[in-house]
Antibody
Framework: EVQLVESGGGLVQPGGSLRLSCAAS????????MTWVRQAPGKGLEWVAY????????NYVDSVKGRFTISTDNAKNSLYLQMNSLRADDTAVYYC?????????WGRGTLVTVSS | DVVMTQSPLSLPVTLGQPASISCRSS???????????LGWVQQRPGQSPRRLIY???KRDSGVPDRFSGSGSGTDFTLKISRVEAEDFGVYYC?????????FGPGTKVNIQ
């Protein structure tokens, strides 16, 4: 069974940094593309970034380019999202999802709150 | 960016009756590899989204066969043949053809 478990969310001040993690199990992690999708409170869904399983290709939505970095550690079957220069509009639940084009499996999400 | 629109945004339904949600994209979702990356996810209150349909009409394992997807190019539809109580929630269409991939605004299905 595919499992995706996010962690690392919390309360951070504007301009601060946070690193999200996603522990994956139940599939061969290195062979799949992975993505982060976020949902602001009471709002819809938004893709944030995706990465190829071997780390050789990645892309970001314009609003996070230059501030967020997606990465993987295949030895740990883990996906990460390093978030710098956080803004209030980054406040959201962040979901780790397998297969960016297809969104096959979702984690439960981790809440990031950017506020002073 | 590809804009995804859905209608209606709110859908009151009666148990046992059919329901339909329309999704339109601002440009064709046919990828250069011939696939059409149009999917549907369901989100129940307090839960993470769950995929129901991918590549227009392919249903995930475990998804009841009362759910079906159809369409092509820029016009797509999600149908529920007979609504059950567990079907309430918000339904989002999504496109995974053109980056940045985008979601529709969501359709809230309310059980009457």
């Amino acid at each position: 069974e595919v499992q995706l478990v996010e962690s690392g969310g919390g309360l951070v001040q504007p301009g601060g940094s946070l690193r999200l993690s996603c522990a994956a199990s139940g599939f061969t992690f290195s062979t799949y593309w992975m993505t982060w999708v976020r949902q602001a409170p009471g709002k819809g869904l938004e893709w944030v970034a995706y990465i190829k399983g071997d780390g050789t290709d990645e892309n970001y939505v314009d609003s996070v380019k230059g501030r967020f970095t997606i990465s993987t550690d295949n030895a740990k079957n883990s996906l990460y999202l390093q978030m710098n220069s956080l803004r209030a509009d980054d406040t959201a639940v962040y979901y780790c999802v397998r297969e960016p084009r297809q969104l096959a499996n979702w984690g439960r999400g981790t809440l990031v709150t950017v506020s002073s | 960016d590809v804009v995804m629109t859905q209608s209606p945004l709110s859908l009151p339904v009666t148990l046992g009756q059919p329901a339909s949600i329309s999704c339109r994209s601002s440009q064709s979702l046919v990828h250069s590899n011939g696939n059409t990356y149009l999917g549907w996810v369901q989100q129940r209150p307090g839960q993470s989204p769950r995929r129901l349909i991918y590549e227009v009409s392919k249903r995930d394992s475990g998804v009841p066969d009362r759910f079906s997807g159809s369409g092509s190019g820029t016009d797509f539809t999600l149908k529920i043949s007979r609504v059950e109580a567990e079907d309430f929630g918000v339904y989002y269409c999504l496109q995974g053809t053109h980056w940045p991939f985008t979601f529709g605004p969501g359709t809230k299905v309310n059980i009457q």
